[in-house]
């Protein structure tokens, strides 16, 4: 093989330029021949000492021929790629009538080798559950280019799956991962830049886009729209955030009151599926965001087809009075968590049980109506033992560390360098009891002062007979045709938006926020979102058909399913190149035929060079 340069006369502006080739000579029935391999285009810029070089190496690699001598690394990469490239183009795909017919041919087994190997099990998971989706489709309506399209398929997919930053996701599409083989794109001829505009493309047209996955979603589950969950969440930058308006110092979720935050406010239906996201700054106040959300849920085009009056459940946070005069005066039925602490249960309730123990039938919650003549409300109190127990060990942690402080307090007196002074004593004591508030009001403390040095000489405390956890709390409702049970139930189900928000931080790498500017933070979020709604997916086919697994363990066990090539030497001296996926395994099956997938990933391709 060698390398030739041809030259061309442009017909428009008649300037001339080059192309370059790669040549095979071969020998035929009418004597030696030329032919083209490969066409390399015309910004081929390697120097032309080493194109002898190059050719030499790629001969190497398709005809499984040993290396004489070491190329230098440029020289190996070039070759690879351009390698890759022949054997895909003279490749032909086996197809399953062809799998039936025998296909001998002898080879030498001691040339046999196996490269390439790319994870394909997961990406066909997601690939085929974003068709299900159809988001790919949805970006060809939206007027995306090819290129484009891939990027952003590639970067939720690698959302899904290896959660990083973009760089880490080109170079995992570019060297790990087998998605590029099931779309049948080529990622190692995208640049670093088309994966960070397509969290702008994805964000530009977010609102269609949801709207899109909300149609698509309550077709194929068949889902009712008849109880929407609201909750906030928020996470944190890694850097000053000085370049997003969004980015402010606020009350972590994650306990990163150091670093900016931005809050995330998200819509979810008694399913578990996203209806509707809005980012807001990160000091933005809970209660202040329900009516930006609600009424972005109205279909306005459709009424007849709206969520408007479902049933809205939210905890304490958002359900301030003023929110929950605004669900009444526009006819919104809701369940939420009382502000108001509630440390024991009216005498007139009759408590009846709402949650009991699978295996040993203890009843674990019960709970009793109270109707509320002053705001016309029904008021649910419910007592848990495990609310109860939760609290007493709480309570119980934060007073032996408080007593622990007070005890090095006292300590401190009697020490070189500790602080004696009556005064300096005082203010430590005070800020103890600011950073243990929730047990300090507990504690009789005593400073004892010494009359001749001014210095405080000793420390006493005594516990106050406290009033024990009592597990209670209460919700309120404007319906009066729901029983305990049902209410209650439907309370828990703010549990699904407390999961979905870890399955967003921990599993699909929400946070940290590695971006400085709005938008591609917005978009991190967004893409994040979009990676959620496909998860969902899988998640609720799996459950359907009895598989309980949550998306880490699917994605850890589909891991080892791989593309690979596998290369032989035939007797006449050709090479034999295979593609195909290895056989998967019994848990990887069972996966599959939940999710009423094939269990073949992807074309098997032969060619013979």
């Not at 939206?142 to 899904?160: E, F």
């Not at 359900?319 to 005066?329: G, H, R, S």
């Not at 109506?369 to 127990?389: P, R």
């Not at 938006?497 to 933070?521: T, V, W």
Request: include cysteine.
């Amino acid at each position: 093989m060698f390398i030739r340069a041809v030259e061309h006369k442009n017909k428009k502006n008649r300037r001339k330029y080059r192309t370059y080739k790669l040549v095979d000579s071969v020998r035929t029935e009418r004597g030696p021949r030329q032919i083209t391999v490969l066409n390399l285009g015309a910004d081929f810029d390697l120097p032309k000492e080493d194109w002898k070089q190059l050719a030499n190496c790629i001969e190497e690699i398709v005809t499984e021929q040993q290396n004489i001598f070491e190329y230098p690394r440029k020289i190996s990469a070039l070759a690879d790629g351009y390698a890759k490239r022949i054997i895909q183009k003279q490749s032909t795909v086996i197809t399953e009538e062809k799998k039936r017919s025998p296909d001998y041919a002898t080879v030498d087994l001691s040339s046999l080798n196996n490269e390439k190997p790319r994870t394909a099990g997961t990406e066909h998971v997601v690939f085929e559950t974003l068709k299900l989706l159809k988001i790919d489709k949805k970006l060809v309506d939206l007027g995306l280019k090819l290129s484009d399209r891939a990027a952003i398929i590639g970067v939720i997919c690698g959302r899904m799956i290896v959660p990083g930053s973009e760089r880490a996701t080109h170079y995992w599409l570019q060297n790990i991962s087998a998605l590029g083989e099931l779309i049948d794109f080529d990622f190692s001829m995208v640049t670093l830049d088309r994966f960070y505009k397509a969290s702008d493309h994805l964000l530009k047209h977010k609102e269609e886009i949801e709207a899109h996955l909300r149609k698509v979603e309550t077709d194929i589950f068949k889902l009712e729209e008849k109880i929407i969950l609201y909750d906030l969440t928020n996470t944190f930058f890694e850097g000053t955030g000085k370049f997003n308006p969004k980015a402010k110092y606020g009350r972590s979720k994650e306990k990163r009151n150091d670093c900016p935050l931005v809050t995330l406010g998200l819509v979810l239906d008694m399913q578990g599926f996203p209806k509707r996201s809005r980012i807001f700054d990160g000091n933005v106040s809970e209660s202040s965001t329900l009516e930006t959300m609600i009424k972005g849920l109205s279909n306005q085009e459709n009424p007849g087809q709206s969520l408007f009056k479902p049933t809205i459940v939210m905890d304490a946070g958002i359900a301030t009075e003023k929110n929950i005069q605004w669900l009444k005066e526009h006819h919104y039925r809701y369940i939420v968590v009382s502000r108001k602490k509630k440390t024991a249960i009216p005498d007139r309730v009759k408590m009846v049980p709402v949650k009991k123990d699978e295996k040993t039938k203890e009843v674990l919650v019960k709970a009793g109506f109270v109707y509320n003549q002053e705001s016309d409300e029904m008021e649910l109190y419910c007592h848990s033992i495990d609310k109860e127990k939760k609290e007493e060990s709480i309570k119980s942690q934060f007073q032996q560390r408080f007593e622990a402080e007070l005890l090095k307090a006292d300590k401190a007196l009697n020490l070189k360098y500790g602080t004696k002074r009556y005064d300096k004593v005082i203010e430590k004591i005070g800020r103890l009891k600011e950073k243990f508030k929730r047990v300090s009001h507990l504690y009789t403390i005593t400073i004892h002062k010494d009359a001749e040095a001014k210095n405080a000489s000793k420390i006493t405390w005594l516990r106050k007979n406290a009033i024990k956890s009592t597990g209670v709390y209460c919700l309120r409702t404007y319906q009066q045709n729901l029983d305990e049970k049902e209410v209650w139930d439907i309370y828990t189900m703010l549990t699904d938006i407390e999961d979905a928000f870890r399955c967003m931080k921990s599993e699909l790498g929400l946070r940290p926020n590695y971006h400085q500017i709005e938008r591609r933070c917005d978009g991190h979020i967004f893409i994040t979102l979009v990676a959620y709604h496909i998860m969902q997916t899988i998640r609720t086919r799996l459950r359907e058909k009895g598989v309980h697994f949550c998306w880490e363990t699917v994605r850890t066990r589909l891991s080892s399913h791989m593309r690979v090539s596998t290369i032989l030497k035939r007797e006449d001296g050709r090479a034999i190149h295979i593609r195909k996926s290895t056989r998967p395994e019994l848990e990887q099956k069972e996966i599959y035929a939940a999710l009423g997938l094939p269990k073949t990933i992807g074309k098997t391709q032969k060619a013979i060079i």
